[in-house]
């Protein structure tokens, strides 16, 4: 028997990847804006705590976990402020089996570095959760695309122990850096895109795109930040899952259908490098380097050393030269894998 819900729900979903050109946030008519200034009085039976970084002078505290993640928020070092999403009718709207439902994250941060995080708790997740999650995604995203209304990003807290790592991965940023030796600038740009890509399979988004120039074409002060969705994950998990991934990609094995799908970004990037003899890729302490010596290409990626990673900070002209930055790293002690 056919659920109706289910059947206009990938409808649904179908109609909107089709059709969806750009994303444009939609405005209440009646209140475009909303402020935490505008809440009216209201009176609660319900547990209630003071915190000095909120902007309502108490929070309702629903469940002993929802206090323990805004007393979290209230002593992190990188938040500025935070309200909990009480009477605020913060809103996201998002279809689930083919239903127009409402969807109240829990809190919303102001971080010292100016942006925004929106701050979600889940026991467990369901699939309606990974629905309201997507549209949540979408929302920031439009509304980053406006620009009107400053940096927006979200994170889901699984349990009170790891809402710590989530703010302080949402207030870290990575700088990269990606060099092409060739004068074609499509060559160059499917460099650049396969290495975003690639970048976003290991768990990281572009934040700032940098600066696009000549000489042969290379892109610098590209910033990075942790995606939304691995913001409870330690960074060196992340760098390490990366680097690793490299390494297995031109092991010839028979390896599963998923397993094929979840390594092309990793082939596109490696064949991206192929249409030029050295390049180089550096995301903090990722490098990843293809050179071609008498002729014969290699590609290498490194995790740097704290040695390493200063000894380029010092000398940061060699991220063109990635010949002379993989001379840089053989002297010194690292750790590094050779793919041929």
């Known amino acids: 028997?056919?659920?109706?819900?289910?059947?206009?729900?990938?409808?649904?979903?179908?109609?909107?990847?089709?059709?969806?050109?750009?994303?444009?946030?939609?405005?209440?008519?009646?209140?475009?804006?909303?402020?935490?200034?505008?809440?009216?009085?209201?009176?609660?039976?319900?547990?209630?705590?003071?915190?000095?970084?909120?902007?309502?002078?108490?929070?309702?505290?629903?469940?002993?976990?929802?206090?323990?993640?805004?007393?979290?928020i209230n002593e992190s070092e990188v938040v500025n402020s935070f309200v909990k999403n009480d009477h605020l009718n913060f809103v996201v709207y998002y279809n689930y089996q083919g239903v127009v439902r409402r969807y109240f994250p829990d809190f919303i941060i102001k971080l010292k570095s100016g942006e925004n995080l929106i701050i979600e708790t889940k026991g467990q997740d369901t699939d309606q959760n990974r629905t309201k999650r997507a549209y949540l995604d979408e929302w920031c995203r439009a509304v980053n695309q406006h620009g009107g209304f400053g940096k927006w990003s979200w994170s889901v807290s699984f349990d009170p122990n790891d809402l710590q790592q989530i703010l302080q991965n949402s207030a870290l940023s990575f700088s990269g850096h990606i060099f092409a030796d060739t004068e074609d600038f499509g060559k160059a740009e499917k460099l650049f895109e396969t290495t975003k890509a690639l970048f976003e399979l290991f768990g990281f988004e572009t934040s700032e795109e940098g600066k696009i120039k000549q000489g042969s074409w290379f892109k610098e002060n590209v910033v990075y930040k942790i995606r939304n969705v691995f913001r409870s994950k330690e960074a060196k998990e992340l760098f390490d899952k990366g680097k690793k991934a490299l390494e297995l990609a031109?092991?010839?094995?028979?390896?599963?259908?998923?397993?094929?799908?979840?390594?092309?970004?990793?082939?596109?990037?490696?064949?991206?490098?192929?249409?030029?003899?050295?390049?180089?890729?550096?995301?903090?302490?990722?490098?990843?380097?293809?050179?071609?010596?008498?002729?014969?290409?290699?590609?290498?990626?490194?995790?740097?050393?704290?040695?390493?990673?200063?000894?380029?900070?010092?000398?940061?002209?060699?991220k063109n030269n990635p010949l002379e930055l993989l001379r840089l790293i053989n002297n010194t002690v690292g750790d590094n894998k050779r793919l041929n």
């Open 1 to 72: 028997m056919l659920n109706m819900n289910k059947v206009i729900q990938h409808i649904w979903n179908e109609i909107r990847a089709v059709n969806t050109e750009a994303l444009t946030p939609v405005f209440d008519k009646e209140n475009p804006i909303r402020s935490s200034s505008n809440v009216r009085t209201w009176w609660t039976s319900k547990p209630c705590e003071a915190f000095d970084k909120s902007h309502i002078n108490f929070v309702v505290c629903d469940s002993k976990w929802e206090y323990l993640e805004a007393k979290t």
């Open 250 to 318: 031109l092991i010839d094995e028979v390896q599963s259908e998923v397993n094929r799908n979840n390594m092309g970004a990793v082939s596109d990037f490696i064949n991206a490098t192929r249409d030029f003899p050295n390049a180089s890729v550096v995301m903090d302490t990722l490098v990843i380097l293809k050179v071609t010596v008498n002729g014969i290409p290699e590609l290498a990626v490194f995790k740097l050393t704290t040695e390493q990673l200063i000894e380029l900070n010092r000398t940061p002209e060699l």
